[in-house]
């Protein structure tokens, strides 16, 4: 007799399980543990995890739009093509200095979502879309943003110290409100940076 497969509706803790399609839209998903768990083409649209943990995790194709993580935790999660706009990660459960909390996002939309004042040291956003996100006060410490879009995203008051934004392009940062000792930057984006001093770049066969 076949054991039944755990159920993510009504089963609470999950252990190196693999969601291929599963389709949680506007779902309630509360108080569950979820640890090197595998999500394949998933529908979380508008999906309610509240109080949930994930460890270790690997989001991949699936559709993240609106979801809420109110209280929720993650832990060494990646999440790979995945649609996350709109997503308010503020609202999840962060330890204070995050050094348990390394997130990837590659390839990914997140644009529209919000990372206010979280402790996100480590973050690696790669060739991602992130137009409109919210990183305002919030410590990225060594995060990576190479190839990434990050047209209209705000980082007043960030911690960027030994962050990486090579081959980034469209980001206004502020040397007078971040922290950038140590950050890493290309040209010709790197520029923008000096838009908080009033600074015009001419060429030299400008005309006088």
Same mark, same amino acid.
């Given at each position: ?9 009504? &089963? ?164 007078? &409100? ?19 001093? &009033? ?10």
């Amino acid at each position: 007799m076949n054991e039944a497969k755990p159920s993510i509706f009504t &089963d609470s803790e999950f252990y190196d399980a693999t969601f291929k399609n599963v389709d949680c839209r506007k779902q309630l998903l509360d108080y569950r543990t979820f640890e090197r768990c595998i999500f394949s083409g998933c529908k979380f649209t508008e999906a309610q995890f509240e109080n949930c943990t994930f460890r270790d995790c690997q989001f991949k194709n699936c559709n993240l739009h609106l979801m809420s993580v109110a209280r929720s935790t993650f832990r060494d999660c990646g999440f790979k093509s995945c649609e996350a706009t709109y997503v308010n990660w503020a609202l999840a459960s962060w330890s204070a200095k995050g050094l348990l909390h390394h997130l990837t996002f590659e390839e990914c939309n997140a644009s529209n979502s919000t990372f206010i004042g979280l402790p996100l040291r480590k973050l690696r956003m790669v060739g991602c879309i992130c137009r409109e996100v919210d990183f305002s006060e919030s410590d990225l410490s060594e995060a990576v943003f190479h190839k990434t879009d990050l047209e209209g995203s705000r980082f007043g008051k960030c911690t960027l110290a030994k962050a990486d934004f090579r081959g980034a392009h469209h980001y206004t940062i502020s040397p007078l &409100d971040c922290v950038l000792k140590g950050a890493q930057f290309s040209l010709p984006e790197a520029v923008a940076l000096l838009a908080a001093f &009033d600074i015009r770049i001419a060429s030299l066969d400008e005309s006088v």
